[in-house]
């Protein structure tokens, strides 16, 4: 008989501040957008890379952290080697988070402090990490990617902090190479391989998916980790077409990724267009929309395409897959701390029942129209359509925070 | 046929049990490969061969308590015990939901 410890599971305590602070940070950076100026919009522009660590930190890590909490033992299949150390990353992400978002806004000398406080933050989950998988005997290509990407979060924050004390003009370094090497290995090394990796294990498990190969995974993990390693190499050698070669490949990365995504879709048996299932597909689609911009950027050197290409990338891939996942995680952990134990003694709600439907659908319907109308305006520089998405998004998010504080309150 | 009437009464309670996120009790999501019965003293010894849709599903002890449980809920079978022997081979597939199921899924 096949066995299964079940004694993995961290306590929802444990947990759900991640996710509040995370839906919190959410509504933040919809707020901020609001003080964007389309017209003069550049990534070196303090209030887009402020805005970018709000979202990233703020939202995107705080929310992957929590879930990784859950998730590791789940894909693992060991317990962790230490779960109370998430205790202590919530509070230190959290302060790291706001330091550096003020750093970037006010004042430059916080960006050290900042930066050394979630670098601690990380390291002690990149740390509980890797003692977690030293449990692991044989490791099959989803625990390859826990692997893969936290190596690279590693170097990511390191020369995140060396880029914060440049900038703070503690250290005299290149920005513009640290930069590229900081953004390469936390985006493409860390969110994208996390996703890729545990996307090809809870889409299919909440779909039921089966029978497809995993080999586009192998694919196209592999070839994101080499178009990390190309443009980290070629932000410090200079050498256009090593880099060039890393942005097509991780481009490429991303599409055969995206056909992985449409196998396990296609074969689903579960065909409910749920908010799970419609946050998804407008998730992917703006992977696609994304990649897209991409590619007309590198044809035409025009900075919004860059920048509409990171939006969509940002707010409408890793957003609505966060969030999507968000309505199927918290259900679960709430019923498995409030309701599993009256199992066969009385009726117990389904995950289903837990989740705010009409709330739910306003965060999705608000937020996708937020995110399209702000598309549009970066790519027009059009001011008044920035602010007209904002409104949208706004709404969206706090439709998406009362959601979150619904299904975490559910009794 | 021998046992024929526990077998049944351990399907329908089978049919009461649900993995929470998914809205087709274990039955009829075709999650179970068998029900041996066999007599010992005592009472009725009955062994549910069963799989999960995942091997990492996160609610499969919870699943697997329910169905150790059903002897306690069949009142009219003094001495039955249930044990559940979880397997992962053959697969699970899709085919082995029923049609109600599927129409319930959104399948057909």
Not at chain 1, 47 to 72: C, D, E, P, R, Y
Not at chain 1, 263 to 279: F, H, N, P, Q, V
Request: glycine share 6%; proline share 4%.
């Amino acid at each position: 008989m096949f066995s299964i410890s079940q004694d993995f599971a961290p306590p929802f305590k444990l947990i759900s501040p991640f996710f509040i602070l995370g839906s919190l940070f959410y509504l933040f950076s919809s707020f901020y957008i609001f003080f964007f100026s389309a017209a003069d919009m550049s990534f070196l522009d303090t209030k887009v890379i402020g805005f970018v660590h709000l979202f990233l930190l703020g939202f995107v890590m705080m929310t992957i952290f929590g879930a990784m909490a859950q998730l590791v033992p789940v894909v693992l299949e060991v317990g962790h080697f230490g779960v109370e150390l998430f205790y202590a990353i919530w509070p230190l992400l959290l302060i790291g988070t706001l330091l550096m978002v003020f750093g970037f806004l006010e004042s430059p000398a916080l960006l050290p402090y900042g930066g050394t406080v979630v670098l601690i933050a990380m390291m002690v989950f990149v740390m509980e990490i890797f003692l977690t998988m030293f449990k692991v005997k044989k490791l099959n290509i989803v625990m390859s990617s826990v692997l893969i990407s936290n190596t690279f979060l590693f170097f990511g924050i390191i020369f995140g902090l060396v880029m914060a004390l440049a900038y703070a003009g503690t250290i005299d370094a290149d920005i513009g190479s640290l930069l590229k090497a900081h953004v390469y290995l936390v985006v493409g090394g860390y969110i994208s391989v996390t996703i890729m990796g545990l996307s090809v294990v809870l889409i299919p498990m909440f779909g039921l998916s089966h029978g497809f190969s995993m080999k586009p995974l192998e694919i196209s993990m592999g070839m994101m980790s080499l178009a990390v390693v190309l443009v980290v190499l070629s932000a410090f050698i200079k050498f256009d077409i090593i880099e060039n070669f890393g942005y097509a490949l991780a481009i490429i990365s991303q599409l055969v990724y995206f056909y992985h995504i449409y196998i396990i879709y296609k074969t689903r048996a579960r065909k409910e267009r749920d908010i799970y299932a419609i946050s998804l597909i407008f998730s992917y689609l703006s992977l696609v929309v994304s990649l897209l911009l991409g590619i007309a950027y590198f044809i035409s050197s025009h900075e919004p395409l860059l920048l509409a290409a990171a939006w969509q990338m940002f707010f409408g891939f890793f957003g609505f897959l966060i969030t999507g996942h968000i309505y199927k995680i918290i259900p679960f952990l709430v019923w498995f701390e409030r309701f599993s134990p009256l199992v066969g003694k009385q009726k117990v709600p389904m995950l289903s029942d837990m989740v705010p439907k009409k709330s739910s659908s306003a965060q999705f319907f608000f937020s996708a129209i937020g995110v399209s109308i702000i598309l549009v305006a970066i790519l027009l520089q059009s001011d008044v359509l920035m602010k007209a998405g904002a409104s949208f998004l706004v709404v969206g998010a706090l439709a998406f925070v009362r959601s979150v504080f619904y299904m975490i309150n559910f009794k | 046929m021998k046992f024929a009437a526990v077998k049944e009464k351990i399907k329908e309670k089978l049919r009461d049990i649900y993995d929470p996120e998914i809205p087709v009790n274990l039955y009829d999501l075709g999650l179970i490969y068998g029900i041996d019965c066999a007599k010992e003293s005592g009472g009725t010894r009955c062994v549910v061969t069963m799989t999960l849709t995942s091997a990492t599903c996160p609610v499969s002890e919870s699943i697997l308590e329910q169905v150790r449980n059903i002897s306690s809920l069949i009142e009219d079978e003094p001495g039955l015990t249930i044990s559940a022997n979880l397997v992962f081979e053959p697969p699970w597939s899709k085919e082995n939901i029923t049609d109600e199921a599927k129409l319930h899924l959104g399948m057909l």
